[in-house]
T-cell receptor
Framework: GQQLNQSPQSMFIQEGEDVSMNCTSS?????WLWYKQDPGEGPVLLIA?????ELTSNGRLTAQFGITRKDSFLNISASIPSDVGIYFC????????????FGSGTQLTVLP | DTGVSQNPRHKITKRGQNVTFRCDPI?????LYWYRQTLGQGPEFLTY????????KSRLLSDRFSAERPKGSFSTLEIQRTEQGDSAMYLC?????????????FGNGTRLTVT
């Protein structure tokens, strides 16, 4: 089952606004990844984080690997309509070099 | 790099029938994963291969499910005697072991509907 708590579940924002979402875990993760999924498509990798405290940007997206290694956040600045979709965090638990555990997703809606 | 390819994209089957899905990973990737995703949830790990060896299986993978990767390239996932609870999106992903950072790249999935 899921081990990650992702919030919020859904967000409605105006175009141009900034967005923030986060994931927390009760256990330590070695890797945090953020994916975006459009309807009927597979998840697309946005940002990968490999070290505690790491802050990484990809265009208007910024993500951080929490210092405790139990959390991560994703920020989207100046949102645009094509940002609509479901955003998933995914983590690789300590001791598991193989599989990812996913959060339940944040559904983002951008209003014009 | 053509990405991870999955076929078919959609499959509708009657309960009790067998179905088989195919995944072609990114060509140089030696790890291949199968995940299942139900509506409103994130993907859940089913199994993974390194080359042709199946190294881990989730408890979600009942004995009606079998996965193969015979030559270490493409993989198939078969579900026997399908049940309505098997309806889901089945996602394949691949990665490269050996590079320091090799995140999973997903295909567009096969959506299974069991009637």
């Amino acid at each position: 089952g899921q081990q990650l708590n992702q919030s919020p579940q859904s967000m409605f924002i105006q175009e141009g606004e900034d967005v923030s979402m986060n994931c927390t875990s009760s256990s330590i993760f070695n890797t945090w990844l953020w994916y975006k999924q459009d309807p009927g498509e597979g998840p697309v990798l946005l940002i990968a984080l490999y070290k505690a405290g790491e802050l990484t940007s990809n265009g208007r997206l910024t993500a951080q690997f929490g210092i405790t290694r139990k959390d991560s956040f994703l920020n989207i600045s100046a949102s645009i309509p094509s940002d609509v979709g479901i955003y998933f965090c995914a983590g690789q638990p300590q001791g598991s070099a193989r599989q990812l555990t996913f959060g339940s997703g944040t559904q983002l809606t951008v209003l014009p | 790099d053509t990405g991870v390819s999955q076929n078919p994209r959609h499959k509708i089957t009657k309960r009790g029938q067998n179905v088989t899905f195919r995944c072609d990973p990114i060509s140089e990737h030696n790890r291949l994963y199968w995940y299942r995703q139900t509506l409103g949830q994130g993907p859940e790990f089913l199994t993974y291969f390194q080359n042709e060896a199946q190294l881990e299986k989730s408890r979600l993978l009942s004995d009606r499910f079998s996965a193969e990767r015979p030559k270490g390239s493409f993989s198939t996932l078969e579900i026997q005697r399908t049940e309505q609870g098997d309806s889901a999106m089945y996602l394949c992903a691949s990665s490269l072991v050996g590079q320091k950072n090799s995140p999973l790249h997903f295909g567009n999935g096969t959506r299974l509907t069991v009637t």
